[in-house]
Structure formats: C-alpha cells, structure tokens
C-alpha cells in the first residue's frame, strides 16, 4: 500500500538522475516512469502504476491506490488529489 505521507516527488528527483523516463502516468498523463506497471508513484498526480488497477481493470478500487483507476482521471480532471 503507498504511504501518503511518503514524500515521492523527492525520491522521483533523485530516480530521474539516472533513470531513463519513457512511459506516462496512466492518469496524468507525465512522462515519469522507465517502465509501466511497476508499482512506482507517479510525483505529479500520487497514483501508483499497478498491474492490480490498470487499463485492464480501471473499476478495482480500493487496493494500492484507493481510487481506481477510472476513478482517479476523473478526480484528476476536477483538479483533486488522487487517492
Ligand atoms: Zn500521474
């Protein structure tokens, strides 16, 4: 499960000083990660890029993110927070 209180833009500035970013948040749409579905926290928008909640199943809530991941591009289009 992420931990809210994490702080994972800071630990996303150090990963991209030697990670190659190609892949988009699912949700925001950021170039933040080197390779999908790997369980990393998108900085921008706090999503974690799970293959448990991903465009296979954009309905599972309630697992490492607590949105799905439909869910969660809608609060992201209201300009919320993802959960
Ligand atoms: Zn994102």
Redesign the pocket.
Known sequence: MKDDSYDYAKEFEERKKYANLTEA?P??G?I?FEKRLDDDV?P??G?CDTDIQCEDCPDEDNLENFMSLNQAREAWKRGEKVH
Request: aromatic share 12%.
């Open positions: 948040c949700v925001c950021s933040v998108c921008v928008c999503w």
